[in-house]
């Protein structure tokens, strides 16, 4: 074999090393979406009881939609309407995740625009939020029954894509109205 | 309406891209001058479709067009206009989007600029960078739309990260890219020399100031980055080996190693094989470090948010590149290299021992950016290899790199008499091993080996390379007997030599003292005096800020009021250090505010930095060389008169 093969062999090594390190994604390590995976564990205050704690296990047993939300996002009163729309026909259990917020500012906005969610868990140093990869809010999970993300979508919900992120993803979509 | 302008924009470019990849390739196998003729037609239609697009982006971006996901991601109402249009770049989509205009740029100028280049030589270069085009467009188009909607439109922008809103990371990314894309154009020439099997010297001649031009931009960034991190992260250093930064650094090493074995090449057609090796590596290496940057595989601060189709996308398209380039290279190399033979003491040593140190320092950098990976691929441990072991494995290759650098700039191609050469460099080599031990132990006060060896060697760099251009000057008064080319590397080598002396000056002379500071105390730091006078609140466009007024003095005599912020940008909610910085060329004092303590008292960081200023200012001396290099007269007096010649035979033939 002549020498010139060799800068081939090596690159062709890198790649498949490179190869594997993308597969080993590991969700702590790449921000990226985990979907299929088990909703990252946590355990908060909400925001309304610093008393009441908020965890995974909150939502177990049935879709749940998680939003990420703040009140200094702009996007998230934009957001907002549709969300009070999805929790007066009872589409599904909406969870809040405050995020990196003041917890009063939080209530007075809740009181002001309506409150869509079954209970808010108060992320305050956004700690949960880094396990759970958010980029930005809002953000907005949607976890199934047995408590894995089947979905995530970056930016306001609106109809269109409840109807073909959301609705579409779950079975039995006679839950989803 | 303009986005998707844009939007099909990128499609008609893609579509003229795979014209002038086609068309040419084929054209040059054939001899069908036809088909050739089309490469740089398709090549400046491209350009211009990816202009229009990029000017879409931009206008949507200076619009506040919300409606575009990307915009609404990554700008707000009241950002200032200048990061509304740096802001374009300030993210994978639009950055990507960059990428590609600069590619088009790149092989327009080419197109250019080939006239006098073989026709068939010069359809094929532009047909590989066509391919190269065809790559990242469809990466854009499948995988990071920028046009992207948002329905319903955002009322307001999610903001533009803090840390990007800053004059110096506005132009950072463009000069990166330059260099990055610019090594493109080397590498198409290897391929275009591969296809033909026809590699002379004038191969070389030709793929020289090209790749010079590449370097340049890449160390004028590369410098910027470095810059924008000592006086924006707000920890004062100016190099941190993140991964970001060392995927942009590995193609700099190897590029300047590219560069000097194309001289050899150029000159006497030794090191054909290698160099092509080289140039196809630095290209390779800047494609790895998009791979880097975008897939999310290694954890950086500088990391683009993170999508593995997007990792598998880039990585199979530099699987095909690469390896597509390295099978040629294997069925052709072994035909190239000649048997000319060079005696030990001859400028071809020290070129050939100056490849094998930057490619050792490029590994030694490869293997720390990638070994994190391996360890949690094994293990599952996160690790990172920080600055320490970095320093001192790359500065294994370094020292040796530096001091062969003073003694190659003086020897003879083929052969050099050892007798005249000695005396040559006696001088220089006393001066350094005598200024090596005075600067730190006179200036600084203190000495150690490793200081009196950084000293020396960049004592030495500056001398030897002052010898050639000094002694042209007092010979003949006004007419320089220098050529550019070699006054170019003079000068070139002169900033390495500023930048060694800069880099060991500061990290062993630099004092950082973290300290709790309030209104009315002060602090001593390097016999330096910092009080803070008083703290303020100010207002920014997008920001609102604590301001601290700290003056500082040295021995009772005012030297300077500086005025560090803690900002608190309104959107994103992050706190972003702006430090307080006076800068002078023998040193520079900074204040950094870091948390606030308690009432009024702030936490501070306070450093006091000497020379750190010949460390940028190093590097810009070094691509000043790259540009003198450039300005020789014979890349321009001989591509003419070799114009005139293949037209000449063209019309003999015809």
Redesign the interface.
């Known amino acids: 074999m002549?020498r010139?093969?060799w800068?081939?062999i090596a690159?062709?090594g890198l790649?498949v090393?490179?190869?594997?390190?993308?597969r080993?994604?590991?969700p702590r390590?790449?921000?990226?979406?985990f979907i299929g995976e088990p909703a990252p564990v946590f355990e908060l205050p909400t925001l309304m009881n610093p008393e009441v704690n908020i965890g995974t296990n909150t939502f177990a047993g049935d879709y749940a939609l998680v939003n990420v939300w703040?009140t200094?996002?702009?996007?998230c009163?934009?957001e907002h309407p549709f969300l009070l729309e999805l929790a007066a026909r009872k589409a599904i259990p909406i969870y809040g995740i405050n995020w990196?917020d003041s917890r009063l500012e939080a209530m007075r906005w809740l009181d002001e625009l309506g409150d869509p969610y079954l209970a808010s868990a108060y992320d305050e140093d956004g700690r949960v939020g880094i396990d759970w990869g958010v980029?930005?809010a809002p953000e907005t999970f949607l976890v199934d029954p047995e408590g894995t993300v089947i979905y995530k979508h970056?930016?306001?919900l609106?109809p269109?894509i409840w109807q073909r992120e959301f609705v579409a993803r779950m079975s039995g979509g006679g839950q989803a109205k | 309406m303009i986005p998707e302008i844009g939007q099909f924009a990128l499609i008609l470019a893609l579509s003229l891209a795979i014209c002038q990849t086609v068309l040419p390739l084929v054209g040059a196998q054939r001899g069908d001058t036809a088909m050739m003729g089309v490469a740089r037609t398709a090549a400046t239609g491209q350009f211009l479709f990816v202009a229009v697009a990029f000017g879409c982006l931009t206008y949507a971006f200076v619009t506040d067009d919300f409606s575009v996901l990307y915009v609404a991601n990554h700008s707000q109402l009241s950002l200032p206009n200048l990061y509304k249009v740096s802001a374009v770049w300030g993210a994978h989509e639009g950055s990507l989007l960059l990428w590609i205009f600069l590619l088009a740029g790149w092989t327009v100028a080419v197109a250019r600029f080939s006239s006098g280049l073989p026709d068939a030589f010069a359809a094929r270069v532009i047909g590989v960078l066509g391919f190269l085009s065809i790559g990242f467009l469809l990466f854009a188009l499948l995988t990071s739309n920028p046009f992207d909607r948002l329905v319903p439109a955002a009322v307001d922008g999610g903001d533009l990260n803090p840390l990007l809103q800053d004059p110096g990371l506005a132009f950072h990314p463009p000069l990166l890219y330059i260099g990055y894309v610019g090594f493109s154009v080397a590498f198409a020439f290897a391929i275009a020399a591969m296809i033909s099997g026809d590699l002379d010297q004038r191969w070389a001649k030709w793929t020289r100031p090209w790749t010079t031009v590449a370097w340049l931009f890449l160390t004028l960034g590369i410098a910027l980055g470095s810059w924008w991190a000592y006086y924006e992260l707000g920890w004062g250093g100016w190099w941190f080996w993140d991964a970001v930064e060392n995927a942009s650094f590995m193609p700099w090493l190897i590029g300047t190693a590219l560069i000097h074995s194309l001289a050899v090449t150029e000159k006497r057609g030794l090191f054909k094989s290698w160099t092509l090796l080289l140039a196809i590596t630095a290209f390779s290496l800047s494609l790895l470090g998009t791979f880097l940057v975008r897939s999310g595989i290694i954890v950086s601060v500088h990391a683009f948010a993170t999508d593995p189709t997007r990792g598998f996308f880039i990585l199979s398209f530099l699987a095909i590149v690469v390896l597509g380039a390295l099978v040629l290279y294997a069925w052709r190399a072994p035909s190239l290299d000649s048997d000319a033979g060079f005696s030990p003491l001859s400028r071809e040593t020290f070129l050939l021992l100056n490849n094998v140190l930057l490619v050792v320092a490029t590994t030694v950098v490869l293997i720390g950016t990638l070994s994190p990976l391996v360890v949690e691929m094994a293990t599952g441990d996160k690790i990172s290899i920080g600055p320490p072991w970095f320093n001192v494995a790359f500065l294994v290759p370094m020292i040796p790199l530096v001091i062969l650098l003073g003694m190659g700039m003086h020897t003879a191609w083929r052969t050099q008499n050892a007798g005249s050469w000695a005396r040559l460099l006696r001088i220089p080599a006393i001066i350094a091993i005598l200024l090596g031990v005075v600067i730190p132990l006179l200036v600084y006060g203190r000495v150690s080996i490793l200081l009196v060896v950084g000293c020396a060697a960049a004592v030495w760099i500056v001398v030897s390379s002052l010898i050639q251009p000094v002694r042209s000057l007092l010979r003949e008064k006004g007419t320089a007997g220098i050529t550019r080319s070699a006054l170019g590397m003079c000068v070139a080598h002169l900033g390495m030599g500023l930048f060694v002396l800069g880099a060991t000056v500061v990290s062993a002379f630099g004092v950082e003292s973290d300290q709790a500071l309030q209104p009315g105390q002060s602090i001593e730091v390097a016999g330096y005096d910092f009080r803070m006078v008083g703290l303020s609140n100010v207002q920014g466009p997008n920001f609102s800020a604590i301001e601290a007024e700290i003056e500082i003095s040295n021995d009772g005599e005012f030297v300077a009021t500086i005025r560090p912020q803690k900002r608190q940008y309104l959107v994103q909610k992050s706190p972003m250090t702006e430090a307080g910085i006076r800068a002078g060329l023998d040193k520079d004092l900074f204040v950094a505010l870091g948390d606030q303590l308690g009432n009024n008292t702030w936490s501070v960081r306070v450093q006091y930095k000497p020379l750190i200023r010949f460390i940028w200012l190093g590097a810009l001396i070094m691509a000043l060389g790259g540009l003198i290099a450039i300005s020789d007269r014979r890349y321009r007096v001989n591509v003419r008169k070799k114009a005139v010649i293949e037209t000449g035979e063209a019309e003999a033939t015809a």
């Open positions: 002549n010139f093969v800068p081939l690159v062709a790649l090393f490179l190869v594997m390190g993308l080993h994604g590991d390590a790449l921000p990226s979406p703040a200094w996002c702009v996007m009163r934009a990196r980029y930005g970056l930016g306001p609106d269109v």
